[in-house]
């Protein structure tokens, strides 16, 4: 068997970056307003500080407005919920994303469900959780909304297709989970518990991987032909003494035996912002009565 197509995430978000730009320009020219994202990074965390830096470079090269607010590790719960209700009845904002993790005095929780539900465009919020859980229309997580680009790019129909979640995070695995049987997949949502959890996989046309730990789905894991979407990202030891990124999945073997699989760095990680553009852009149109499929 030849082995698995790599699925470009990095193209696709591209290309999708590129498409949000001119429905932005179209947007502005119509009259509309210019969109605008607010990322709040509290803390000095290393990821986060790259994440929110490129989140607001790419917000400005699609022609969006970025509003960056970096906070000292040691604001208040109360400082930080101050600023998002200020954020919620700001019109030049339309979308509002509080970068994760928080320091543990900040309840992360009660931080998402501050967020205006029309803001929200991580889609975290319970409002949003309960639209996607009862099948209504509201702001879809980004991670996930990307995996299923992706899917829906390299398989077109996903109907009746089997199709396994590894993880259960409210982030990732719960509304991927969602998202497929909105599709018509017929889904299973396995985690650290399941028994036989290699046997649970080697039934999946479809694996999406979000377990955080690296290269845990082995090649002899996958059934043959099968569409591996590997969202993890880890950093672990590589040759020479130097670190390198990996998947949840061990790409070089499962490369010999799925169809398709996205690659790590370079698959889902560069959906993740094109999507968080994609939901600003939609939460702009909705806010100011345009309907963003008209662009």
Known sequence: MAEAIIIDGKA??????????????????GGGPTPGLAVLLVGENPASQIYTRNKAKQTVEVGM?????????ETSQEELLALIDRL????????????????????????????????????????????????NKGMIPCTPLGCLMLLKHTLDDLKGKRALVLG???????????????????????????????????????LIAATGHPEMVRGDWIKTGATIIDVGINR?????????????VAFNEAIL???????????????????????????????????????
């Open 88 to 135: 919620n009845h700001d019109p030049a904002v339309h979308g509002i994303l509080v970068q994760l993790p928080l320091p543990p005095q900040i309840d992360p929780n009660a931080v998402i469900d501050a967020i205006d539900p029309a803001k929200d465009v991580d889609g975290f919020n319970v409002i949003n959780v309960g639209r996607l859980f009862t099948g």
């Open 65 to 73: 407005q970025s509003f960056k607010h970096d906070l000292a590790a």
């Open 168 to 206: 259960r995070s409210n982030i990732v695995g719960k509304p991927m989970a969602l998202l497929l049987l909105r599709e018509h997949c017929t889904v299973t949502l396995a985690h650290s518990k399941t028994q036989d959890l290699a046997e649970e996989c080697r039934h999946a046309d479809i």
């Open 236 to 248: 672990i030891e590589g040759t020479n003494g130097k670190s390198k990124l990996v998947g949840d």
């Open 257 to 295: 035996v799925a169809g398709a699989i996205t690659p790590v760095p370079g698959g889902v990680g560069p959906m993740t912002i094109a999507c968080l553009l994609k939901n600003t852009f939609r939460a702009t149109c909705q806010q100011t009565g345009a309907d963003p499929e008209s662009f």
């Open 12 to 29: 696709f978000a591209a290309n999708l970056r590129a498409e949000i730009a001119l429905k932005v320009s179209a947007l502005k020219k």
